[in-house]
């Protein structure tokens, strides 16, 4: 009706208009007969790639959406995001030109690099810098910024992905969830997956009723003599095998056909197929992350090239419209390649942001460098992807060391890769970097922070995605780096060891504890790790403590004296899916007091294991990776569900999707995590579970 009714549309576009995110194109703003600008046109003195006339103007009106309805938006991002689908739709570059002469014709390199059509129109509309301030001029009624910028050069997934996660694979999003109705892509790649999967899990059903067997069921075992659990696979044969969707790999069901095999799969034997076999309705990729094709280098050196213009065209536009961007209050880079972090460290743009009060900055780390020699060969070499940590720590040491930027109240940082929300055998709950507010150049074997970032003016801290040291963690909220926190909340956040993992005997009431033979009720009579969570929560807690909980048990005569503020203007803190991490590159890093990872993965996915190991990036030469650690000891588990109520498990809009972590050969989603909150003054819970 908008369309048709300017009564509808005068009245409607206002709010169909409110948030407005926008990729980056070649046609994003131009307008009819508008000539190109000086600087892109310069550039036009070299052919940029074959069938392409580069002086060509586009009729398009492209900035008539900003002109008309940019008043109206309240939210605007841009988006210059290269996916790794773009990798796999490559055409092979004409290396060579022909050239005629009268002898013949003979082939002879390009007099100028060749481009790709599209990266080099990219290029071009990101040099049209004056463009791009026009359009941010008539962002006048806008009161939330988003940037969403990733290179390509982090982690590819190549074909460790299954059937399912390739058709259901999410964009991601500049300003949170989307409500809105599948479009017909989805709705297309939800036909194609039942259609395909419907004979697989009768099949599946018909199998599994029959064999009553289970290749996911993890239990918790214990290491000979000691008390450290670890989740192992069983083959378990039961009426109550739970039947999930089947395991689809190119078009194959793996876990079907691994009922019929009776051997064992060995390193040796197996036969890398890293292009696959068998003809798939799925198209799977085609990129092989560890070795790139020359195109697919090109693409991501030419992609970087345009991508540095966009970003130089951003910032000037943001400089000049001051107008525009006084009154600006929250500013989200959603998606961020740790190299364009270099970028935003600067002062001036920070200082042309002068209401800022909200941020989000999440780090998408790069895990290769793509550059060109002098001979024009380009070429692309792998780096630690937790240098990303570092450069992260320097943008916001250098961001809040500013005198201008003291207004910025709320602070979300973490990173968008790895960890367990990540998709893939070699990335599921794997690759999680250090969290950017102490600087770990190295950790030393006192497991001490080299330096600690300074927030003085933030009020609420959200990590995202990372882990700490416990004496990170315990220094965060003693120092007075943060004096004005009041709220923190942890996403996906997890703890390393403690190197002296003792237990500790500071209670001064230790007389009246009484002994317990149950394992999830021995933190009533036994004071909790050194470097633990219960440890770590019982310090930092603005509510109730552990000593707390046994004086309402009656496990002490008198009440407890009340415990140090760690930080006085603390309210609360927050957990959603907070475990533990083992960092198993760092072999001096004592960790033997936290529970042991999982043997591999499952039996009928070990021979696909194999096969993609030699093509997946590799990050054993990078001691600051962490893993997840699926399990939890049982008396830490009955601290933080008796002392403060926490749940187990996935929670929010991951609950009942814990299941999804079979494909990559994981055990049940949200094993071993926790979710609950610690608030000020709120009432002890009484009794136990």
Request: aromatic share 10%; charged share 25%; proline share 7%.
């Amino acid at each position: 009706m908008r369309l048709v009714n300017r009564e509808f549309e005068r009245k409607i576009s206002c709010l169909a208009f409110k948030s407005v995110v926008v990729p980056f194109k070649p046609k994003i703003y131009e307008t009819a007969g508008r000539q190109m600008s000086a600087k892109a046109m310069g550039k036009l003195k070299e052919p940029i790639g074959d069938g392409y006339n580069a002086r060509e103007n586009h009729v398009q009106d492209g900035m008539r959406v900003f002109e008309q309805w940019g008043p109206e938006i309240k939210r605007f991002a841009l988006t210059f995001e290269v996916a790794e689908e773009n990798l796999t739709k490559l055409k092979p570059k004409r290396r060579f030109e022909v050239t005629e002469s009268f002898w013949g014709s003979y082939r002879w390199p390009h007099k100028y690099y060749n481009r790709f059509e599209q990266a080099a129109k990219l290029e071009q509309k990101a040099d049209e810098t004056s463009a791009m301030i026009t359009a941010f001029s008539k962002l006048t009624g806008i009161r939330e910024f988003g940037l969403s910028i990733l290179s390509g050069l982090g982690w590819l997934s190549g074909k460790d992905m299954s059937d399912r996660a390739r058709l259901f694979r999410k964009k991601p999003t500049v300003f949170g969830p989307l409500h809105a109705l599948p479009d017909r892509e989805l709705r297309e790649n939800i036909q194609k997956w039942e259609a395909t999967t419907r004979m697989e899990t009768a099949a599946s059903k018909r199998i599994q009723n029959k064999a009553a067997r289970s290749f996911f069921h993890a239990t918790k075992e214990f290491s000979p003599g000691e008390n450290l659990p670890r989740l192992t696979f069983k083959n378990i044969f039961s009426e109550n095998v739970p039947i999930f969707p089947p395991l689809m790999f190119d078009n194959e069901n793996l876990e079907a056909k691994d009922l019929s095999r009776t051997d064992v799969v060995r390193e040796d034997e197996a036969v890398i197929t890293i292009l696959g076999a068998h003809p798939t309705s799925f198209e799977p990729s085609v990129v092989i992350p560890h070795f790139l094709s020359p195109e697919q280098e090109d693409w991501l050196m030419e992609m970087e090239w345009a991508q540095e213009a966009f970003l130089s065209s951003w910032c000037i536009a943001l400089l000049d419209n001051p107008s525009v961007f006084h009154s600006l209050r929250t500013f989200n880079v959603a998606n961020i390649s740790s190299k364009h972090l270099l970028s935003l460290q600067r002062d001036d743009i920070w200082g042309a942001l002068p209401s800022l009060q909200t941020l989000t900055v999440l780090v998408s780390p790069d895990w290769r460098r793509v550059s060109k020699d002098n001979q024009g060969n380009v070429f692309t070499e792998e780096i630690r992807p937790s240098s990303a940590q570092t450069v992260f720590w320097n943008f916001l040491s250098a961001l809040f060391r500013g005198s201008k930027n003291g207004q910025i109240k709320s602070l979300t940082i973490g990173y968008v890769d790895g960890g367990e929300h990540a998709t893939g055998m070699y990335a599921r709950n794997q690759n999680i970097l250090p969290a950017p507010i102490d600087h770990y150049p190295f950790l030393t074997p006192s497991n001490t922070p080299q330096e600690t970032l300074r927030l003085p003016s933030v009020e609420e801290i959200v990590l995202v995605n990372c882990w700490l040291t416990p004496a990170t963690l315990r220094n965060f909220f003693s120092t007075g780096n943060a004096p004005n926190l009041k709220r923190a909340t942890f996403n996906s956040v997890s703890l390393t060891a403690n190197t002296s993992a003792k237990s500790l005997h500071n209670d001064d009431n230790d007389e009246y504890l009484l002994p317990s033979t149950n394992p999830s009720l021995k933190w009533l009579t036994t004071n909790p790790l050194a470097g633990s969570w219960p440890d770590i929560i019982n310090t930092i807690t603005p509510g109730s403590t552990i000593a707390d909980a046994r004086y309402v048990h009656g496990l002490l005569s008198s009440p407890p004296s009340p415990p140090l503020a760690s930080h006085k203007n603390l309210a609360s803190v927050h957990f959603n899916s907070c475990g533990y991490v083992r960092l198993t590159n760092l072999k001096e890093f004592d960790q033997s007091s936290l529970p042991e990872l999982p043997l591999g993965p499952p039996q009928c996915l070990k021979r696909r294991w194999t096969e993609l190991q030699k093509g997946m990036l590799d990050g054993k030469e990078d001691r600051l990776l962490g893993t997840v650690v699926p399990c939890m000891r049982d008396e830490e588990e009955g601290a933080l569900q008796g002392v403060w109520g926490f749940e187990f498990g996935w929670q929010g809009e991951w609950e009942g999707r814990g299941w999804e972590c079979r494909e990559d050969g994981q055990p049940e989603g949200g094993s071993g995590r926790f979710n609950g909150s610690v608030k000020r003054n709120k009432d002890l819970r009484r009794g136990l579970d």
